[in-house]
């Protein structure tokens, strides 16, 4: 009996306990028709099939060196279709011991009509088994997923890599992220710094088994993030991981590779000249082979060298004996130092405890590695060589810089003072650069300008005057110099060239995203990016930057620069309308900055939260304050400017003369500046707390010669509308006070989708919903006083009649049987009570054309739901748009013109709803069930429908569905006196016979 052959575990996944959830990788696992999930062990491949195995339809099967037989692996796959109930046929065809060629026929008939998904693990078993042919067969046919230790080399799987059917997710993508370590942290209960967490990740470089026991260790106590700095772990915090990595990558191995491998562990970077020289081993080039296709964690570079996981590397190095490590490491650096390896040449100088030669390399080559974000290996080496930075002392600027790159100002301070003079007064003034303190780094850069420099350092010195003048608002001196600026991007923001700074931040954005590098700070290309998004009126743009920010910040391990994207996120939510989320940002902001000792970053957290305060209670002034002492020892006289003028726009409804005094310390902030900008954000709120002629042309001609007019059609950070009502009583205001500027302002309006600025507005947008029962909405409050009922009547027949209505026509329709005069006199009352609800005396005429044609008058301020949905049935729709669309229009008039516009609505829709699922029905058949099925509650006679439905259900298997959606549309013809079509029973029939067979 074939049953008493297979090994059911062998059929379902391990059971596995405390599985994470990363619906990512089940996205990239199932995009492609075949994918090979490729990593060492540990690396959770298992885990994440196990939870694909549980999200969808799928068979799974787990290999291993004694698969002989083809007929085990099709009657374990039975076992599985067995138990989703599809199996039938191929127990029928196993219990009669059929041909092999006919059971994989039925098994990949059967996969691909209920489309199911295979899953194969330990994989790795298949290029040497005999089921190879058979999975071949699979693998070219159905949706197959490989679970893998090593790579697989199999034709198939390059024919499917040719055709673009092959996916791979390998170590790099099941590695765990940032946010997924940070979520096994809060579930243990332990909290870690920013820095301390990228350490982790860096340590573990998010090997999953590795990163689980970390933080049971971390949460233990057993280690702690100290103790991870020089990967010294010993093994006494993590002795179940030594232990797995002992069971899982040595002992299968050789005893000579094994012995290559521990001793290869000395060294970061591997490649067979070097450890041919190194190890005295001149199979060196045969063994990284070996391990490389063994699948331990041994990965090869583009550059041909291989690189062992670090933690894998600090076990086996401290299984050797010190003084073997030393020679080693020795022979190692001469080695590296001959190949010009140098950051190589450091760490095994320091190994082997050379550390004069160190010292050398360090003072050569150290600032290089720094500006590739190497700070981590610098600091390392510089804690190691302590003892000699009297000899050394270039090396205490070295140490400055690593101290100021980790926002530990004055600690910085301190070890440039013990450096070479012009290196140590511009690494002081570095510090107040870094922090925008223009003022503190003037006398530095006086000082250094003063002494005997070499031209690397009197280059560096110019640049630095440079983009101190630009912090101190003397643009005219920066714009003499700006090929010492790194980018324009902030000399062309504080210019009022907003649209230059933004193309230059983000041509500067794309050099930094990913690649290696130092975080620059209030420089960064993102955060220029998003700020001036949220000055220009792009909320999602700025939002966007804002957060890819805060990616690449993380990255980067900088608290000064994740600070100041959490307030840049904040500035972008304000342009969004989200007050509390920008609350949280900015109190996050705040947070962060608490990792450092910059008071810069105090500023704009707190300039947002005055804003905040002042917008949503009237006050704000505490945090203002705080903001305003940190800019008056920093001497940055445009963040002064900005920080009032954020605090007077927040307080202009709540407190008009608190917001007159926060724009007045605006205009003392902008006398010496030059930026037309700020100038015209001033100039507008003058305006807005005193409407007068001079102040509206002054404003306006400042917007129409810088072309900011989106400060009048977008909602930017200084946007002082509540609603665009608001926004076009503004322009109307802003016309009659400056009436030379009329033809832009109808530019402007023809912008907002208006064919010129109207002479009045009622202050609101209107809403009609005449889908489902009648509703009015002026802004966001129903209408509940209509003066009189026949008023609802009119207004449902002017929406069902956008091209208008004669009023003569309107009156029969709502008076039939009444005679002339009082069906005039009582359509006269109807016509003026409609007229007051839709728009009022001060502004009549704006949404009701009264005269001999009734009719609404189409406007960006009027929203009618039926002419919306008519439009969108004109139109390709998305599924998802269609089945939101109401069924009916409101049933509560009784009117001709209403019922005919209720069938052609309706009719409109089943036809579309169809159309659309037609159009999906291969690739999701259950979506063109559900448009079917909502097809049939508008027509449940429809054969259209019908047959739409009844091809969904065949293509999911549901026998059930199919026969009952034949025999309802059967009965409701049948009520009709009618019959299903001789097309809709042909199909009845064929699909009811291929689902038999």
């Known amino acids: 009996m074939w049953r008493e052959q297979i090994s059911e575990h062998r059929t379902r996944p391990p059971q596995l306990r405390g599985v994470m959830d990363r619906p990512h990788l089940l996205q990239d696992i199932t995009s492609s028709r075949l994918c090979v999930v490729q990593a060492p062990a540990g690396y959770g491949k298992t885990s994440v099939l196990y939870r694909l195995y549980h999200a969808q339809k799928c068979l799974w099967y787990s290999m291993d060196a004694e698969d002989l037989q083809p007929v085990q692996l099709l009657g374990a796959l039975t076992l599985g279709l067995e138990r989703l109930g599809l199996a039938d046929r191929l127990i029928h065809l196993l219990d009669v011991q059929a041909p092999i060629s006919r059971m994989l026929d039925a098994l990949i008939d059967t996969l691909l009509q209920h489309d199911i998904l295979l899953i194969i693990d330990e994989a790795q078993h298949l290029p040497e088994s005999p089921l190879h042919g058979l999975v071949g067969k699979l693998l070219e046919q159905v949706r197959v997923v490989l679970g893998t230790r090593r790579p697989l080399h199999l034709p198939e799987l390059v024919r499917a890599r040719a055709s673009g059917d092959l996916g791979v997710v390998s170590s790099n993508e099941l590695g765990f992220t940032a946010s997924e370590f940070e979520s096994l942290l809060v579930r243990a209960q332990v909290t870690l710094s920013p820095a301390e967490i990228q350490l982790c990740l860096n340590v573990t470089e998010g090997w999953p088994i590795a990163t689980r026991y970390l933080v049971q260790a971390l949460a233990s106590g057993r280690v ?123 760490n095994a100088h320091l190994l082997a405890g050379n550390l004069q030669r160190a010292a050398e390399l360090l003072e050569t080559h150290g600032k290089r590695w720094l500006s590739e974000g190497r700070i981590r290996l610098v600091g390392r080496a510089l804690n190691l060589l302590s003892d000699l930075l009297p000899e050394h002392p270039y090396l205490n600027i070295l140490q400055g810089d690593v101290l100021r790159h980790a926002c530990r100002y004055p600690e910085a301070i301190a070890a440039y003072r013990q450096g070479p003079e012009v290196e140590a007064l511009l690494g002081e003034a570095q510090v107040y650069l870094d922090t925008v303190s223009p003022l503190q780094a003037v006398p530095l850069l006086e000082q250094a300008a003063h002494l005997p420099c070499t031209p690397e350092q009197q280059t560096r010195r110019a640049a630095m005057h440079t983009e101190n003048s630009l912090n101190q608002g ?56 998003s700020l001036l998004h949220a000055f220009l009126g792009h909320p999602e743009e700025a939002v966007q930057n804002a957060r890819e920010g805060i990616r690449e910040s993380e990255r980067l391990v900088s608290p000064f620069s994740l600070s100041l994207a959490d307030a840049r996120l904040g500035h972008a939510l304000i342009c969004s309308g989200q007050f509390e989320e920008a609350r949280n940002a900015y109190l996050q902001s705040l947070e962060h900055g608490q990792f450092t000792m910059a008071p810069r970053l105090l500023i704009e957290a707190q300039m947002g939260l005055a804003h905040l305060d002042a917008r949503l209670y009237g006050r704000g002034e505490e945090h203002a304050e705080k903001a305003s002492r940190v800019l008056q020892d920093s001497g940055d006289r445009w963040m002064c400017a900005l920080l009032h003028l954020m605090h007077a726009y927040g307080l202009h409804r709540s407190s008009t003369q608190k917001s007159r005094l926060a724009l007045k310390e605006a205009a003392s902030a902008l006398q010496d500046l030059s930026d037309p900008f700020l100038q015209c954000l001033h100039d507008f709120l003058s305006y807005l707390q005193t409407p007068e002629p001079a102040l509206a042309q002054h404003f306006l001609q400042g917007v129409q010669s810088q072309d900011y007019s989106f400060l009048l059609l977008k909602p930017s950070l200084f946007c002082p509308f509540e609603n665009p009502s608001e926004r076009m009583q503004t322009l109307i205001s802003l016309k009659a006070h400056s009436p030379q500027h009329a033809h832009y302002l109808d530019h402007l309006a023809a912008q907002l989708g208006y064919s010129s600025l109207p002479d009045k507005h009622p202050g609101y947008r209107l809403r009609i919903e005449l889908l489902g029962p009648l509703k009015l909405f002026r802004d966001q409050g129903g209408v509940e006083d209509w003066g009189r009922a026949k008023a609802r009547d009119l207004l449902a027949l002017l929406v069902v009649h956008p091209e208008g209505l004669v009023r003569d026509v309107a009156i029969d329709t709502l008076y039939p049987e009444e005679s002339p005069e009082i069906a005039e006199r009582n359509f006269r009352i109807v016509l003026h009570a409609l007229g007051q609800v839709l728009e009022g005396e001060e502004a009549k005429g704006y949404f009701l054309e009264r005269s001999d044609v009734l009719r609404l008058k189409p406007s960006p301020d009027l929203h ?13 729709a998305s599924a998802q748009e269609l089945l939101d ?91 009709l006196g009618l019959r299903p079509s001789s097309q809709t029973r042909g199909l009845y029939q064929e699909l009811n016979r291929s689902l038999l067979h």
């Not at 069971?247 to 299968?252: F, G, N, R």
């Not at 020289?277 to 990965?299: D, K, M, Q, V, Y």
Request: glycine letters at 4%; charged letters at 25%.
């Open 864 to 876: 009618v739901d039926l002419w919306e949905a008519l439009k969108l049935l004109q139109r390709p």
């Open 224 to 346: 702690t993030p100290r103790t991870l700095e020089d990967l010294e772990l010993r093994g006494a915090g993590l002795g179940e991981l030594f232990a797995y990595v002992a069971q899982e990558v040595l002992e299968p191995l050789e005893p000579a590779v094994q012995s290559f491998l521990r001793r290869s562990s000395v060294f970061e970077v591997l490649t067979p000249e070097i450890m041919e020289e190194a190890l005295e081993e001149p199979l060196s080039r045969t063994h990284l082979e070996t391990l490389t296709r063994s699948g331990t964690f041994l990965s090869r570079d583009a550059s041909g060298a291989y690189h062992a996981h670090p933690l894998l590397r600090t076990h086996l190095r401290n299984t050797l004996p010190e003084e073997e490590q030393q020679h080693i490491a020795s022979r190692g650096a001469l080695a590296y130092e001959k190949r010009q390896r140098f950051r190589n040449a450091l």
């Open 474 to 529: 003397q643009l005219e001196e920066a714009r003499t110099h700006t090929e010492h600026l790194p980018s324009s991007a902030r000399l062309h923001l504080r210019s009022g060239q907003l649209r230059e700074a933004l193309h230059a931040a983000t041509h500067a954005s794309r050099g930094e995203k990913g690649h290696p590098r130092l975080a620059s700070g209030h420089r960064e290309g993102l955060l220029l990016s």
């Open 885 to 975: 669309l109401p069924l009916n229009l409101s049933t509560q008039f009784d009117l001709a013109p209403l019922e005919d516009q209720r069938v052609l609505y309706r009719t409109r829709l089943e036809r579309a709803l169809v159309q659309a699922g037609e159009k999906i029905l291969n690739q999701n058949p259950l979506q063109a069930g559900t448009l079917a099925e909502r097809a049939l509650m508008l027509e449940k006679a429809s054969e259209d429908a019908t047959r739409l439905l009844m091809r969904s259900a065949h293509l999911q298997g549901q026998m059930d569905v199919l026969h009952r959606s034949y025999q309802r549309c059967e009965e409701a013809l049948q009520d």
